[in-house]
Each structure stands twice: as structure tokens, then as C-alpha cells.
């Protein structure tokens, strides 16, 4: 798998290529490290980056934070992102039975690393905090592809695939909301908290 025609085939092709990946053998393990941990390293680099350069949003304007908070900020979003598609893949399998599906951790995490492809490759645009809403719309594409990975990788009925799909959504957002809280207090919470603005 080469990691580059995959990103670009599953957000320009996605169809054909969900057919390809449902097809294809692989494991867990090499989804995370030949995949995952490489793409999802993109946001929070370039966010990294972008905060030193432009300062944090903050308001109507923008902070300029000590490097050692941006660097915190950068290794927690990390963390998050990949906490992030170990949680949904595992909700994934566990729904599975009841919509129809069967449980496969290998076939459930192919749909959640995959489907976070666009955001992590919009999230090249957080090096310009000013376009981070893009990192927003491939969010939302991430979530097109997640349905039509639903119906080929984990072959759920048709007349079930629209319930499983809004509770998997519903649970992503608990998710990521409660992962992004997590971090922004720790790594900006104290500074905010003791620092007049």
C-alpha cells in the first residue's frame, strides 16, 4: 500500500477505492503504522508551525504563547487524533451485530482510519490558523466517506446502514469533543486561567 495513492484515491476515488481496500489483507497493527500514525502527524505539525508563526486564535485576535505550550498543544492534538480512531473503530465493531454487520476489528478500523483521511490531509492548512476551517469541510467529506465504507467494508444492510451511521457519528462527536477539551485545558488551560488578557 503506498500511502500516497491511498490518500488520494480514497478522497477522489473513494467508491472504487473502498472496493480495493475491502479486498485487501492486512492488520491492525500495519493500518496504525503504515497509515495512521504518518497522516495523522500532519494537524498538528503544521498547527505547530502555525502557532509560532501567527500566534493562537484567541477571540478577536491572537496570543502569542510560549513554545513549550504550542509544543504540548502539538503532541496532545497527536495523541487525540490517534485515541481518536482506536475509540470509533472499537464502537464500530461493538455496534456492528446490532445493525446487522458482523464484528472485524481489521474491517471496523479500515472504515475509521480511512475515513479520517481528508482531515488529516486538510490539516496542512492549520500552518495559516486563518484557513483552518478546511481542516472542517474534510472533516464533514470524512464523514461521506465513513458511510460508503460502512456499506462495502462492513457489508451493513441497506435498510440499517442510516441508523449506524448516526449513532457512529453521534459518538464520534462525544468523542472528539471530550478528547479536544481535554487538551486545550492542559495544554492552554493554566496559562489562560493565570493570565489576564
Do not use: C
Request: aromatic share 14%; net charge positive; hydrophobic share 55%.
Amino acid at each position: 500500500m503506498n500511502i500516497i495513492d491511498r490518500a488520494k484515491n480514497i478522497m477522489f476515488n473513494p467508491k472504487q477505492e473502498w472496493e480495493v481496500i475491502n479486498a485487501e489483507t492486512t492488520t491492525t497493527q500495519a493500518l496504525y503504522t503504515q497509515y495512521a500514525l504518518i497522516l495523522a502527524a500532519i494537524p498538528p505539525v503544521a498547527g505547530f508551525l502555525g502557532f509560532m508563526i501567527f500566534g493562537y486564535p484567541w477571540l478577536m485576535g491572537t496570543l502569542n504563547l510560549p513554545v513549550g505550550i504550542f509544543l504540548t498543544w502539538a503532541i496532545l492534538t497527536y495523541i487525540q487524533a490517534i485515541l481518536s480512531v482506536i475509540i470509533i473503530s472499537f464502537i464500530i465493531d461493538a455496534l456492528a451485530p446490532s445493525f446487522g454487520s458482523t464484528k472485524n476489528m481489521t474491517a471496523s478500523t479500515k472504515v475509521a482510519v480511512y475515513s479520517f483521511t481528508p482531515a488529516w490531509v486538510a490539516g496542512i492548512f492549520h500552518i495559516i490558523p486563518a484557513l483552518s476551517f478546511i481542516v472542517i469541510l474534510a472533516s464533514i467529506y470524512g464523514l461521506v466517506l465513513m458511510f460508503w465504507g460502512l456499506q462495502r467494508v462492513k457489508n451493513v444492510p441497506q435498510d440499517k446502514i442510516v441508523a449506524y451511521f448516526v449513532v457512529i457519528i453521534i459518538a464520534s462527536i462525544v468523542v472528539s469533543v471530550i478528547l479536544g477539551m481535554i487538551v486545550t485545558s492542559i495544554a492552554f488551560g493554566s496559562y489562560m486561567v493565570n493570565t489576564s488578557f
